[in-house]
C-alpha cells in the first residue's frame, strides 16, 4: 500500500525548488531517538521508496524496537503518457513524493538494542536513491 495524501486543495502542483541548505534548527533534524538515519544530499524520495525502507526496518526490528518516519510524500509528480504530442495540457499524477533537504532525519528507531536497529538502517541504506548516513544519539 502506497502512502498518498487523503485531500488535497489542487491536485497538480509545480516542481519548485530544492535547497541544498544545511539548516540545524528544525525539529526535523534533532535526533530524539535511539538510532536515525540522516540525509547527506537533498533530493527527492516516491511514496515507493518510503514503504521500502519501512518494511525493511520493521521486518529485521520486530517487536524489539518502534520506527518513527518523519515523510511523508504530499508532492504530487505529473507526467505524460508515451507517444503524446506535445502541448494539451498538463499530464496526469503519476506518483507522489518528498523533498528531503541535507541534514535532515529520514526516519528514527527507539529500541534496546541498538546494533540491530544499526543492521536494520544499514539495510534500509541500500533502498534509498539519497547518500545516507547512520547517526546514533549515544
Excluded at 498518498?4 to 516542481?15: A, H, V
Aim: charged share 25%; with cysteine; hydrophobic share 40%.
Amino acid at each position: 500500500m502506497l502512502l498518498i495524501p487523503k485531500s488535497k486543495k489542487f491536485k497538480k502542483s509545480q516542481k519548485g525548488s530544492l535547497q541544498n541548505r544545511i539548516t540545524k534548527t528544525s525539529p526535523f533534524f534533532q535526533l530524539k531517538g535511539c538510532v536515525g538515519l540522516r540525509a547527506a544530499a537533498s533530493g527527492r524520495l516516491t511514496s515507493k521508496q518510503l514503504v521500502s525502507v519501512k518494511k525493511i526496518i520493521n521486518k529485521i526490528i520486530k517487536k524489539s524496537g518502534r520506527l518513527i518516519m518523519n515523510l511523508f510524500p504530499h508532492l504530487p509528480v505529473s507526467k505524460k503518457p508515451k507517444e503524446i504530442r506535445m502541448g494539451k495540457g498538463k499530464g496526469n499524477v503519476d506518483r507522489w513524493v518528498s523533498k528531503i533537504l541535507a541534514g535532515s532525519l529520514l526516519c528514527e528507531v527507539y529500541t534496546i538494542s541498538p546494533p540491530l536497529a544499526l543492521a536494520a538502517l544499514k539495510a534500509a541504506q541500500i533502498r534509498l536513491p539519497l547518500k545516507t548516513r547512520v547517526v546514533t544519539n549515544v
